[in-house]
């Protein structure tokens, strides 16, 4: 069975381009285009591994991630256009992998694996 991977997104051309990306992949993707709407998901779907935005107009990824932590040991990966020190020091406190928009997608997909095989170990 395929791993299932939630993304949350307020941008349609990255859940597009990432769900292609992830499906082609061997992945099954689930994705919301925002933050309510994703941690429904997560709740109802049970991913093995959430990819999260951080800029959202409904909830900041920071507070979503906080809730997801609550209710699920999903490794959660930030991939997101914030670029500064402190905001990636940040995401690697509170999630397992901070990702920068743009992004090469095969290193998106290697990063995926290494938290899905660090799980499972």
Known sequence: ?????????????????????????????LKAKAAVEGLRLAQEQKPD???????????DGWEVSRRLRGTSD????????K?????????MEIGDDYV?????AADLVARIREQLHQRSA
Do not use: N
Not at 11 to 29: A, H, T
Not at 74 to 81: L, S
């Open 100 to 104: 920068v928009k743009p992004f090469d």
């Open 83 to 91: 670029t500064s020190v402190e905001d990636r020091r940040k995401g």
């Open 49 to 59: 591994l959430v990819l999260l935005d951080i800029m959202m107009p409904d909830m």
């Open 1 to 29: 069975m395929a791993d299932k991977i939630l993304v949350i997104d307020d941008d349609e051309d990255v859940l597009l381009f990432i769900g292609v990306l992830l499906q082609q992949s061997g992945f099954e993707v």
């Open 74 to 81: 999903a490794p959660i990966v930030f991939v997101t256009a």
